[in-house]
């Protein structure tokens, strides 16, 4: 079976990239170790302190981030580096030639229940005029990104991995440590009839998103004339990449609770990433006004609406704004 690294060879992408690529999954292997541990190293439950975000931190969440942070600042290929359990972006080397955002461990609050949990990470070059503590260098469109994927630490631990030529999926082969390719070119099927929403929140939607599940919900009965089934993992990574894998549409729609929170997922290590993949993949990624990749960051943990997924089911969904 092929390796990462001569995938990512044949993609073209530079060596630095590429020893930075990993370096960062060394970190996850790691990441995915510790997870397994569990209950025996005595790494579940929470933290008494919260993140920037005002989310209760997991055990789990501080210890992936600074396995994540000490291998990356360690490496010298990256300048900074902004994660969701960061308030402020974290000087690296002055001469890196990378950034790196990441969410260290999305979906932690399945850790307990030994469900799906991931890292979701998203690279781009760093500006030369760059200072490394100078957030102002991530606050560009993922269109920037040079790299994106995610590692899922499941029944077996997967990256899906894009640098801009197709999303690639590997297995960590946990006897030698190699991540091998085992789905090149991932196309995600362009009809569905699966979608993915916490439907809990339906009273805070807005009116398209309000029509549009319900004539999913409708069915065969419905204008939209088939039956949809509803998965939600609670965790993106986990939702994503089941619809990577076999279709689906993904949702977190725009939230009238807080005018500060117009979605609940981050733009810089959640959206981001997962629309590059998914666009790498032939679906699509909105936030239901917009194409996600081309959203200009204002600030390092901005949340967006999230809308993504097969591209015929998203374009339908579009269609109700
Ligand atoms: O990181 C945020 C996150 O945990 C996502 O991974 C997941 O999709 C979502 O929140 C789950 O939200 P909820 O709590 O509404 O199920
Ligand atoms: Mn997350």
Known sequence: MKRLNSQLQDDGAPM???????????????????????????????????????????????????????????????????????????????????????????????????????????????????????????????????????????????????????????????????FLLTKANVQVPEQTAEFAINTSNQRHWEEPIQNYVADLIAGEDGPREKDYNMRWVAAMVGDIHRVLTRGGIFLYPFDKRNPNKPGKLRLLYEANPMAFLMEQAGGLASTGTGRIMEVMPTEIHQRVPVLLGSKEEVKACLSYY
């Not at 359990?85 to 307990?112: A, I, M, Q, R």
């Open 16 to 178: 630095e990239l590429i020893l930075l690529i990993r370096t960062l999954l060394a970190g996850c292997k790691e990441i995915a170790f510790r997870v397994s541990q569990g209950a025996l190293a005595g790494v579940l439950g929470s933290t008494l302190s919260e993140n920037v975000q005002g989310e209760t931190q997991k055990k789990l969440d501080v210890i992936s981030n600074q396995i994540l942070k000490d291998i990356l600042k360690d490496s010298g290929y990256v300048k900074a580096i902004s994660s969701e359990e960061e308030d402020d972006v974290v000087p690296c080397n002055p001469d890196g030639k990378y950034l790196v955002s990441f969410d260290p461990l999305d979906g932690s609050s399945n850790t307990d229940i030994n469900s799906l949990i991931g890292t979701i990470f998203s690279i781009s070059h760093a500006p030369q005029w760059m200072k490394p503590d100078d957030p102002s260098a991530f606050l560009q469109p993922g269109t920037q990104s040079v790299a994106a994927g995610y590692v899922l630490y499941g029944p077996s631990a997967m990256l899906a991995m894009t640098t801009g030529r197709g999303t690639h999926i590997y297995t960590l082969d946990k006897t030698h440590g190699g």
